[in-house]
């Protein structure tokens, strides 16, 4: 089997032995979840319910204001306590929905299995997946049905279920693809009807033989779906180069992978849609990679969305020491959090914990022009010239220099032997452009 990558990018240590063995294990309920009404891109939900009401597992307590938006369901059921603004982590802070649990765990009355799919048409499905509030469960939560409601000149026809899982530490999806490759495979037909698409490519690292083994038995020879290897690389998970790997199309600068006939989803999101189609539950749970030097006992965990980060950590032991940093997703695309009370999302790939050397950020020098950061950038931009704009308050030269086209994954920052601080000077530049370009559009 061939393996399939991109230009550029990384090789950094995959860090994967303490989790990529271990099952997933099922954390009981917390007694109280803190719920956000915006755990997605785009605009928020607002409240259906109110303090002191009674509500049910998977009822829907957060309506969204627009279509790129996610409805909010209940995870646990008791009474909610609050309806409460709350900071949620990364610096954000969202109007949340607290939920004192009663222990019963009563599934909500409307709570019902879908037909057969066979009985189901696109627009049923999209439905379907819009009302069970499925977002990228990669990291990304952009609202899945929007991705499946293109418009009718952008025809699909290939889906890429996405099992790179190229960050190190993490390995919920890898733990999926083993433990229910058949949920994964059977939302991935889910998703190819909802688009009518006629190919469908699961595509997976190297690094992970087991689950590309898996999937392929799982696979009948009359399923329209591939199974692709891919070079262990960092950022091979990314939209844009997994699309350039897996069927050699390039997405346009400024485009969406819409644009050249294909859509990308996790496998944590098809593991869910093929679930909700099968359960009728919304999406109220997810898997998280509890991992990192200061977690005593590593874990894959079925979590409910809401629950403290702290209790993931009391139940893998706790600390082994004081923590130097907590990350919430990956070591190089995700958001160092200040506290550990701040909730689960539907987001929340990875919950990592490093003691005090590791969280140490090395002082910068002057960059030396070895040209590291355009070599392994794969979007070949050139990260240092669009750092030294935005450290000079240049924004209109960035965007020159293509600042947008970042996918913000941080291989410049990880190579850079002058340790500038690429990617955060770069982020600033997006989000100032971001705001200048919403001003003139008033």
């Keep these: 089997m061939n393996f399939l990558t991109f230009k550029g990018g990384i090789h950094p240590p995959d860090s994967k032995s303490a989790t ?4 997933i294990q099922e954390m009981k309920e917390p007694e109280e979840v803190i719920i956000p009404l915006q755990q997605h891109i785009g605009a928020p ?7 002191k009401e009674e509500v049910k597992v998977g ?8 279509f790129v938006s996610s409805p909010v369901h209940a995870t646990v059921s008791g009474t909610v306590k609050q309806v409460i603004s709350k900071p949620i982590g990364g610096g954000r802070t969202a109007e949340c929905v607290v939920i004192e649990s009663d222990g019963k765990n009563e599934l909500h009355s409307e709570i019902a299995p879908y037909g057969p799919l066979d009985e189901m048409n696109e627009k049923q499905i999209v439905e379907m997946i819009q009302k069970s509030g499925m977002v990228g469960m990669g990291g990304a939560t952009f609202p899945t049905h929007v991705k499946l409601s293109p418009p009718p000149e952008k025809k699909i026809d290939t889906i890429i279920i996405n099992g790179a899982e190229c960050e190190p530490y993490l390995t919920a999806d890898h733990r999926l693809m083993l433990e229910q490759p058949e949920m994964v495979i059977q939302g991935l037909k889910i998703i190819m009807k909802a688009v009518q698409a006629k190919k469908g490519i699961i595509a997976i690292e190297a690094n992970k033989q087991d689950a590309i083994d898996m999937i392929l038995k799982n696979i009948s020879s009359e399923d329209p779906i591939q199974v692709v290897a891919l070079q262990t690389k960092y950022p091979q998970g990314a939209e844009k180069q997994l699309i350039e790997a897996c069927v050699k199309k390039q997405v346009p600068s400024g485009g969406l992978p819409m644009d050249v006939g294909v859509v990308v989803n ?14 009728g539950i919304p999406l109220i749970q997810r898997i998280t990679t509890v991992t990192g030097s200061c977690i005593t006992e590593p874990k894959n965990l079925r979590v409910r969305i809401g629950t403290p980060i702290k209790d993931l950590i009391e139940f893998c032991g706790g600390y082994s020491e004081n923590p130097g940093k907590i990350i919430f997703g990956g070591p190089m695309m995700g958001i ?3 506290s550990d009370e701040y909730p689960v999302i539907k987001g929340t790939s990875g919950v990592l914990a490093f003691n005090q050397n590791e969280a140490l950020i090395p002082e ?3 960059c030396i022009r070895c040209s590291k950061c355009i070599i392994s950038c794969p979007i070949s931009l050139m990260p240092v010239t669009i750092s030294e704009y935005s450290l000079s308050d240049r924004m209109d030269d960035a965007k020159r220099y293509h600042a947008l086209d970042c996918i913000e994954c941080g291989s410049c920052s990880y190579v850079c032997p002058s340790k500038r601080p690429l990617l955060h000077s770069i982020r600033v530049a997006k989000s100032s452009i971001m705001e200048t370009m919403k001003k003139q559009q008033k």
């Design 20 to 23: 990529s063995s271990k099952s």
């Design 45 to 51: 939900c607002k409240s259906l319910v109110k303090p």
């Design 59 to 66: 009822q829907l307590i957060g309506e969204p204001q627009g």
């Design 266 to 279: 996790n496998v944590g999101s098809a593991y869910q849609i093929a679930h909700t189609h099968k359960t």
């Design 336 to 338: 160092a959090q200040d």
């Design 364 to 366: 910068p020098v002057n």
